[in-house]
């Protein structure tokens, strides 16, 4: 037999199958990694085998030296979805299949084993013994059998505890036949189940039982659809998931649950493991190597049904979907900004396809093209209206902060109003949410007198002051430095701190209401392990009466005591260069003031601003996502931007400038010479210097295409064999990207 194998293209810059003889007395099928001898110096090369086939096209074959794997790492739908990765990404076979495997499974991430001590002998027996053993000064012995036959099995470190034995008295044992030594396998958990008080479902309200009783019947039936659910905040999404997901248990068949990075917080963990116990696995980034590793083992293993996750959990080793869910389908975290550029999105949808599953995309805020898609007919579309309490949405009031400064001479970053309604909740007992989309102290450090930014050496961007480390930090590679006393370009002493980070608004609440206890949550105060967790557990407890926090208090929390969200810069994300700011700004203030009122007290939000008069401020104070689509759509369409064509980012990086522009001029020459035969691309912008010119002593230039959806492929595939011969230059293809920085 043949084995049709491809190489592991890290060791060697090949992507492509090549034929393997299969030795007699080899197990070898699809899915597994072998070692095959390559070249004519037959070095050992790491692959996959992709197929298995009768005969070659090609003669004198050599054969597999090795089979690495006792059983096949991946399906054989797996390898088909790597090939559509492959060519729809512009990446290599071995790029899309690393996302299907564990991390750490080429690096030696190893099941975790524990050596247990049981009694082989009598228990009536071994206490005779033990009691002759103590009696007859072999006490330390004696001590370990006893508590053997109290707890039998146990881990060896345990018995050590317990008795005050060691290894040499466990030989002693174990030679003497009393006892039995075995490996047992544990699994190191994503989460403790005990810290969970089972839930059951409640009776679904007329907007949800219309939508779950449709899943349930494509789930029974196997049926593959598109689904966009637009559920505003509160109106209940979860509870559809979960039931859902609970027919789907049923049906004997598995689920994948995919939720932002952002809003993975213990509460949703929480209502899943709650609902469906340790049924459940959890696959994200805060966990260990050793930790996904046993969670994705569990899943291929079939020891789980579900999968909650983020973004990489759409890879999880699931057969037999009957349903794929993208909670706050809009956020952008579900875009790879790293080779595979891929979208989970369209993996999940291609995954609902081929298992004959349900995709269900929810959000209160979809994403534009999401809803047009909706709207044209190529997604099924189901609305919730209203909150599952019943209860009105948030009242929100906009304030004018240029007021702030001229008429009332507030120069603090909190308005008045909102100081107002602060001190009220803290008299009512409520609880109260603090947004602001920056991190750090203040945001940046300049000269008065001539202008000066400190900004990295290392990136083209402006470092930001952290108080508790007193220093400035690059928040792209991390690199910090000193604050200068005198300007290094003009010898001036007028360096000041400008504008506001979530540390700044920390202590200034404490200035202003010392009585409050406050929580702040940004990347600093939640980078250790279980930071998260911490916090909003503490918020849950009462333990604070306000949270301060970047996007990770916008989606994913629902405190039934917060009645009060505060927007401290709403005009951070509006004034972003990138024609989806309207989308993304709209998106962040309804999620963030949606936090507010989800139990019986009404909310109230309050969205600070210098443009009052914005029309998406005015569609968000309004919750009125139907009219922000159609002002948004028709601006888009004006402007021919996405849905209406692909943008594609062509980047190139490296450490010598002039060469990245050479490299990039050339590529302009090609890319027009390619236009005027194919219409199809009608739109280039560059080469010019990306806005974050340079990142971690890399330089960057960037061309940028409008095509027409999904017509570009020939271009973007010639693009990326020549930046395959590249020598120090990196070239980067990516559609429809989420960043343009």
Not at 541 to 555: H, P, W, Y
Not at 627 to 645: A, D, G, K, V
Request: hydrophobic fraction near 35%; proline fraction near 4%; aromatic fraction near 8%.
């Amino acid at each position: 037999m043949i084995a049709r194998v491809i190489l592991n293209n890290r060791e060697h810059n090949i992507d492509q199958c090549f034929d393997y003889l299969i030795p007699d007395g080899i197990n070898a099928s699809v899915g597994m990694r072998v070692l095959v001898p390559f070249g004519y110096r037959n070095v050992s090369a790491r692959g996959i085998i992709v197929d298995i086939l009768s005969e070659s096209e090609f003669d004198n074959l050599k054969p597999i030296k090795k089979v690495i794997d006792s059983s096949p790492l991946c399906s054989k739908e797996i390898l088909d979805l790597c090939l559509w990765i492959k060519e729809k990404y512009f990446c290599s076979f071995y790029q899309a299949l690393r996302l299907f495997l564990p991390p750490g499974i080429e690096s030696g991430v190893k099941e975790k084993n524990v050596r247990m001590v049981s009694l082989s002998a009598d228990k009536s027996e071994a206490l005779l013994k033990a009691e002759e053993m103590i009696s007859k000064r072999a006490k330390v012995q004696g001590m370990m059998l006893k508590v053997l036959c109290e707890s039998s099995p146990l881990k060896t470190t345990d018995l050590y505890e317990k008795s005050g034995g060691n290894s040499a008295a466990l030989n002693a044992l174990l030679k003497k036949g009393l006892i039995n030594i075995s490996d047992e396998r544990v699994y190191r958990e994503a989460y403790n189940k005990n810290n969970y008080a089972p839930s059951e479902g409640y009776t679904p309200t007329a907007e949800q039982k219309v939508i779950i009783d449709h899943l349930k019947e494509n789930i029974s039936s196997s049926k593959f659809e598109n689904i966009l659910l637009r559920g505003v905040t509160g109106s209940g999404k979860t509870e559809v998931f979960l039931q859902a997901i609970e027919h789907c248990i049923k049906c004997g068949k598995t689920a994948i649950m995919l939720v932002p990075e952002i809003s993975l917080t213990p509460q949703t963990v929480k209502r899943f493991v709650s609902r469906f116990g340790d049924m459940v696995a959890v696959i994200h980034s805060g966990l260990s190597q050793g930790e996904r590793f046993d969670q994705w083992n569990k899943i291929k293993n079939g020891e789980v049904s579900v999968v909650v996750g983020a973004r990489s959990a759409i890879f999880a080793p699931f057969e037999n979907i009957g349903i794929i869910i993208l909670d706050e389908e809009h956020e952008t975290s579900y875009k790879s900004d790293t080779t595979p550029k891929y979208h989970a999105r369209d993996i999940g949808e291609k995954r609902a396809m081929e298992n004959g599953a349900t995709l269900l995309l929810a959000s209160a805020t979809p994403s534009l093209s999401g809803f047009y898609k909706a709207q044209n007919g190529e997604y099924t579309l189901f609305e919730m209206v209203k909150r599952y309490n019943k209860m009105d949405m948030p009242t929100v009031k906009i304030i004018d902060m240029r007021n702030e400064l001229f008429t009332y001479k507030n120069f603090s970053p909190l308005s008045l109003a909102l100081q107002d309604e602060i001190r009220k909740n803290l008299e009512n007992k409520s609880k109260t949410i603090l947004f602001l989309n920056r991190r750090g102290y203040s945001t940046f450090v300049s000269c008065r007198q001539c202008g000066y930014v400190m900004e990295c050496g290392d990136c083209s961007v402006s470092m930001t002051y952290h108080k508790n480390l007193n220093q400035m930090v690059c928040h792209y590679c991390g690199k910090t430095a000193s604050i200068p006393e005198i300007c290094p370009d003009c010898g001036s002493k007028h360096i000041k701190f400008f504008g506001t980070g979530t540390q700044k608004i920390e202590e200034a609440i404490k200035t202003k209401f010392p009585e409050a206890r406050v929580l702040r949550m940004d990347t600093d105060t939640t980078s250790h392990k279980g930071g998260h967790e911490e916090i909003l557990s503490s918020f849950g407890r009462g333990e604070a009466d306000i949270l301060i926090g970047t996007q990770m208090v916008t989606k994913g929390l629902d405190f039934p005591d917060v009645t009060l969200v505060g927007v401290l810069a709403a005009d951070t994300s509006l004034c972003m260069d990138d024609f989806r700011a309207g989308e993304r700004s709209f998106s962040l203030l309804t999620q963030v003031c949606g936090r507010a009122g989800r139990g019986n007290i009404p909310g109230r939000a309050v969205i600070q601003t210098y443009q009052p008069q914005n029309s998406v401020i005015k569609y968000a104070k309004e919750h009125d996502y139907i009219n922000f689509y159609n002002s948004e759509i028709s601006s888009r369409r004006r402007l021919n931007y996405p849905p209406f064509c692909d943008i594609i980012s062509i980047m190139a990086s490296g450490e010598n400038e002039d060469s990245v522009k050479g490299f990039m001029e050339k590529t302009e020459i090609h890319i027009k010479k390619y236009m005027k035969d194919n219409p199809s691309v009608f739109s280039i912008n560059g080469p010019t210097p990306a806005p974050l010119s340079k990142i971690k002593n890399l330089y960057r230039y960037r061309i940028l295409l409008k095509a027409d959806s999904n017509s570009s492929h020939p271009l973007l595939k010639e693009l990326t064999k020549i930046g395959e011969s590249l020598n120090k230059i990196f070239l980067s293809i990516d559609i429809n990207p989420t960043n343009m920085f």
